[in-house]
Structure formats: C-alpha cells, structure tokens
C-alpha cells in the first residue's frame, strides 16, 4: 500500500505515542518529535507507510536508548490471551465450522494492537468479532488453498495476538512456519513472544528479518524470502503486514481487523470491518 | 498557556486538515506537510500554541495561495446562527437568568470551531450546554465586574459563533468594543464576518492586529493593546484566546466549551467541559 496524505500527521502521532512510551524524558520526547518532523520531507508517497515507519521507530530506539518499551504489555497480553486458549479452544471444536471460528478468533486477536490509537478489551471484541459480518470474505478460495497445501506460512503480527495465531494453526492441522519481526517494533511480535504464545509446539519460528512494523520484502532475509515464494499457503495478519504486502505478486490472504481508515479505504471496507481478503487467489 | 509535547502531533495535524481545505493540489498539501515538519524543531515549549499556529497558517496561505479557504463555511455558520437569532433571543428575555442564558448560548456557539478535529451539530449542541453544568462558574464574580463595568472590551474567536456572542452583548446592555482577527485564519471571525453576524449594530467591531487563531499580545496593535488595558470588563471567547491570554496580568473572564484535552487539563476540567473563569479577579 502507498503512503497517503494523512499518513503523515499520523507518523508524527505514532512518535510521540511511541516516545512517550520509551521514556519520561520530555527533552528525549521532543528531540523524537523534532528528528520525526524533518524526516517529513524525505517520505515519498511511492513507500509503504511502514517503511517510513522503520526509520521512525529505530530513530526513537536511538534516541531514548528503550530497545522494548513495550515488553511489559506484550507479556500481560501474551498472558491475558492464555487465559483464554482452553475457553477459546473448545469453542471452535464445538462450533458449526471450527476453522470459520478459528480464523474470527484471529481476527479479534487482532485488536490488541498498539501502533494505533485505539484502545481495546480483548473479551468485548472477541464477542462482537465472533458475530460481525465480514466485509471481504473471500473463504471459499481460502478453505480451496489450505486444502491442497503441504504447507503453510503464517506472518504473525502482534504479541498476544499471537496465541489467537495458534489456534487458528492449530484448527488448520497442516505443517506451519510462523513469522516474526527481527527486533521489537511497538508491540510486534518477535521470537521470544512467539515462544511464549506456545507457538513453537505447533509451528516453525522464523524471522522474517523485517526491522519495520510490518513484513517489507526489500528489508527481509533470504531464508524468509524463500519460505515467502515457496509456501502453498500465505496468511498475513493485521494492517501492517497487508501495508507491506498488499501488491506482491504471489497469493496471499490478508486476515485483519481495519482499524485505520486509511488502510480500509485501501482495502474498500469501512474502519472496523473484518477482513478475510484473498489477493492473486484463482479458484 | 505554554506549549505542551502533544500539542506537536496536533500541529501537524491541523496543519493537514487546513491545507487540505485550502487547495486540492496533493503537491502542495506535500509541501505543507514537509515545512511544517522542518518547522517542528524551532518550536519552544515556552511559546502558547497559537503563536507556533500563527506561522502553520501563514506557512498554508503562502503556499496554497488561498488566503480564506473557510470563507464559504463561515458565511454558512453565520446564516445558520442567525436564523436561530430570533427564538434564542425570546428564550433569553423569557428566562429566569436572562444574563446566564445568554453566556451558555455564547459558549454553545464555540462549538462552531474547524481548528479542532471534531463535527458538530449547533441545535444538539445548544440542548446540550442550555442543561450542561459549568465546570468552572465565576459567575457571581463575572456579575459584580459586569455591574461596575463602564466598558466591556469582548474577543471574539469563530465565525457564526459571532452571532451567539451579539446576543451575549445585547443581554449585557453594556457599550462593548467586540474584537475580531486581522486576517482570516481558520474560520475565526474577521471584520466582514462581524458585521454579517450584526455586531455593529450593538459593538464597536475592532481588529486585534493578530494574525494567529488567537489574541496573542506581542502579535496585536497597539490600539487594542490600550483598550485591552483599559476597559473595565474584559471578555475572551474560546480556546485559541484562552491560549494566548491565560497567564496575563489583567482581569480577564473566559467563555468556552474545552473541546481539546491539553486545553481542558491545564484549566483544570474536563474536555467538553464548559467554562466561566475569571482570572486576577478579585471580589
């Protein structure tokens, strides 16, 4: 996806939301914002927003020296999300369609994110998601494609979110690699989150090599590429893995909640629609 | 008020939503976005927000080349407001407190503000503030200096609210100088906005000399400066003079609805909050 206008004042947005978070240094906060305002004339609009998003969170890592201001949420997180694995667990063996229920639960999973201004309750989206109408629900193609894949890459994308991930791994019962960002970025989720998530008993942990908030091919390493051009099956979770990757040329389903209005727009649903959106997919 | 480090994003923001008002020219929105952000770094936490505005909107007009991008929605709000004239006007005279009436209609109308991100319904939100309680009430104060008053010197802030403030003036029955900006800046009330809204039928209708979204004294001439400091009464309408006027050394009351938290938490209330506050009152 391309950068839009009002990306911008967003990025301006996120560095301080994201300094303020690695520091109560308002001298550090305001040398953020500074150094985040003149890096304003050198986005182009061609970039995806979280390549510019790369240079803003590596500049607040320099600058206020918190390589993980958000390690403490992403373990509550993690740890909320385990609470409710064996509720959740057996709700999808009970249901009508376990891996329709599955993919909601990722979905709702998806809400615990902090790159965007919103707050969240975890159990009050995942009742609403498990009802909500999908605004692009391209399932078909998606039950045709797991069907014939040996195996599956899923692109993980928020610590907490990511024993949601799990569950969803699990429903789909084929042979998984489950991705991470390189480096904590916001509350990205990276190895030791994953581990955490339990996802290492039902999947192969990879780094996708990505330093940014989102899978960027141009900033990944070569064995995640070659997984990336390799796998029957590519899932993307959350906004910004579908910023990233919205015009490669492989298939890939896009599974996420819109939770900025830019990134729905791009997509043509409304903010806070559900997505299950298959891109490339012939039936 | 000083500068606080959230006022920055917001800067951008605003930045965003007038340049986008002023020109459809992606271009030239780019070019707003990138000189805003390169002005981030002169900007002191010592100044009040409106002064760092004064420059962003200069910044706007000299690049869009449109010097009054809000001219139609001004002539909008205030057609709109006088068409409420007449029941507004009843509904006071028949009140129990004509002159409090008259202050929440005055403080309903600064609702009508395109500097701050948020819509607005002038019928709903005139319900709302004729019941709402006041957060900060130095009305008993406001009276007494009102009672004494030869003169009332009233700053003014939006377009169409103006129309609310001549009903203010009218309950008052004072001989009130009202204060209009030197340039159109957002949809603050100019000269010809004044005399749309009727104040020269009941005011003497001056310019601060201000060019910024508020009355910021190192900005404004010398005329005003004499009948800021001469006249008995002083009235400032809305958030910008809040802004620029709130650590003066004068008497000053402020009529507005906190529609911005940074505003709200430094007069100590609550965002959409309503207030009458009186400074360096004594009784």
């Known amino acids: ?34 150094s985040t305002g003149e890096m304003i004339k050198s986005i182009s609009l061609n970039v995806t927003p979280p390549e510019t998003g790369n240079h803003i969170y590596k500049n607040i890592r320099d600058i ?33 369609d376990p891996l329709l229920t599955a993919i909601r639960i990722a979905i709702a999973g998806n809400v615990m ?83 955490a998530s339990g996802l290492d008993k039902v999947s192969e942990i990879i780094s996708s090599g990505s330093t940014a908030p989102a899978t960027i091919l141009s900033l990944c390493n070569s064995f995640f590429i070659e997984k990336f051009n390799q796998s029957d099956l590519v899932i993307s979770k959350g906004q910004g893995n579908y910023e990233g990757l919205s015009e490669v040329s492989r298939p890939v389903f896009f599974l996420l909640k819109a939770k900025c209005k830019v990134i729905a727009r791009d997509l043509g649903v409304s903010e806070n629609d559900i997505v299950l959106k298959g891109i490339n997919v012939k039936l």
Chains 1, 2 share one sequence.
């Open 1 to 34: 996806m391309k950068t839009y206008l009002e990306c911008i004042p967003c990025f301006m947005q996120q560095a301080y939301r994201a300094a303020k978070f690695a520091t109560h240094d308002e001298e550090k906060i305001k040398k953020v914002l500074d």
């Open 64 to 96: 206020t020296l918190n390589n993980d201001p958000y390690k403490d949420i992403k373990n509550a997180n993690i740890n909320e999300a385990l609470k409710l694995y064996p509720e959740l667990k057996m709700r999808i063996q009970h249901a009508d």
């Open 113 to 195: 994110d902090l790159g965007v201004n919103k707050s969240y309750n975890i159990i009050d989206d995942l009742q609403e998601i498990l009802k909500q109408d999908f605004a692009a629900f391209d399932y078909d193609q998606f039950k045709e494609h797991l069907q014939k894949a040996k195996s599956v890459l899923y692109i993980g994308d928020n610590a907490g979110e990511s024993v949601f991930d799990r569950l969803l791994i699990e429903t789909m019962g084929k042979p998984t690699t489950f991705v991470v960002r390189e480096v904590p970025v916001i509350n990205d989720c990276v190895e030791e989150d994953a581990v």
